[in-house]
């Protein structure tokens, strides 16, 4: 079916199918998610998210930091764009240049006396600042 204005379309930014948002693809067989969050990631995100009164948790970046990068990490709603990917118990949302800087990270929590909460291990990350909360491509 054609549409009535290919410019339009030309404009839209879509994710390559590869990048599943669902554990599932068309032919039922299950899809690498394009991020992961360990048990214990899992389990401080539920507790926050029903503490906080918000129905997920959005992962980002943004400019800055010792590496030129940092993470960014809070709970809120879906925004229009966002790349949501289904947990179970509760949803993660990403912007669209996130995505791409965030692709096959695994969030993990570290509690405890030494523990230092929420921490990011990413394999596109050259560089990282000593304290774990910059990077850099």
């Not at 054609?2 to 669902?22: F, G, N, R």
């Not at 790349?83 to 509690?111: A, E, M, N, P, W």
Request: negative net charge.
């Amino acid at each position: 079916m054609a549409t009535d204005s290919p410019a339009k379309d030309a404009d839209l930014i879509s994710i390559p199918a590869d990048w599943a948002v669902t554990p599932e693809d068309e032919g039922g067989a299950e899809v690498e998610p394009i991020i992961h969050l360990t048990d214990s990631a899992r389990v401080e995100v539920c507790r926050l998210i029903e503490q906080e009164a918000q129905p997920g948790l959005r992962l980002g970046i943004k400019g800055g930091g010792c590496s030129g990068l940092s993470y960014r990490l809070e709970f809120t709603e879906e925004r229009e764009g966002d790349t949501v990917i289904d947990f179970g118990d509760f949803r993660v949302f990403l912007d669209r240049k996130s995505t791409v800087y965030l692709r096959d990270i695994t969030l993990d929590h570290q509690g405890g006396l030494d523990g230092r909460g929420f921490v990011f291990h990413n394999p596109q990350a050259s560089n990282t600042c000593g304290c774990g909360e910059s990077f850099s491509l």
